[in-house]
């Protein structure tokens, strides 16, 4: 095997390298994806079997609400294994255009657009998931935790006007 060969080879390894790369941090957001769908579905769970003290009205808002949640996550998973399966042809037709000596660098870049694309949005749902399960928690604390919480900011005033 011829030295240029061995450095065109060397090349192309170095160009999949950022790709793959990327393609362990998709990998890692899609656990994160994952374990977040999870922790809805106990949850829902949980609601479902009835929770004392909640009314059937508020348990029925917790459940739109989870399933809403579910709605973003399941679009974040979606989205994310998109992309990954686009970077991983990305990988793919890098080498096969090297193997075959054929140009694939507008596939390739467009392959690349779409995946960044498809993980931007993926990113887009899961904020709007977060903002959501925080903007419900509020509503979703059972009666007496409201009260527990108002009280002790109530005695947390005091005590700071005291020592003011």
């Known amino acids: ?13 170095q ?6 790369f990327l393609l362990t941090a998709v990998g890692s957001l899609l656990n994160v994806f994952a ?5 809805i579905v106990d949850r829902y769970r949980a609601v479902q079997d009835g929770v004392p003290g909640e009314s059937a009205d508020a348990l029925q808002d917790e459940i739109r609400t989870l399933e809403r949640r579910a709605s973003m ?5 979606t989205l994310g294994t998109g992309a990954a399966l686009l970077v991983s042809l990305v990988i793919g037709f890098a080498f096969l255009g090297f193997i075959l000596t054929v140009n694939f660098a507008r596939l390739v870049a467009v392959l690349f657009v779409t995946a960044m694309g498809a993980l931007t949005v993926a990113l887009g749902f899961f904020l709007r998931e977060v ?3 925080i903007g419900s928690f509020e509503a979703l604390l ?11 900011r109530e005695e947390a005033a005091k005590g700071t006007r005291r020592d003011g």
Do not use: C, G
Not at 1 to 13: C, K, P, S
Not at 15 to 20: D, E, G, T, V, W
Not at 73 to 77: C, G, K, L, P
């Open 1 to 13: 095997m011829d030295e240029t060969h061995v450095h065109d080879i060397t090349r192309v390894i």
């Open 15 to 20: 160009l999949a390298l950022a790709p793959a």
């Open 35 to 39: 374990n977040r769908l999870a922790r």
């Open 73 to 77: 996550v399941r679009w974040s998973i």
């Open 131 to 133: 903002i959501v399960a």
């Open 142 to 152: 059972p009666s007496s935790a409201r009260r527990l919480r108002d009280r002790q």
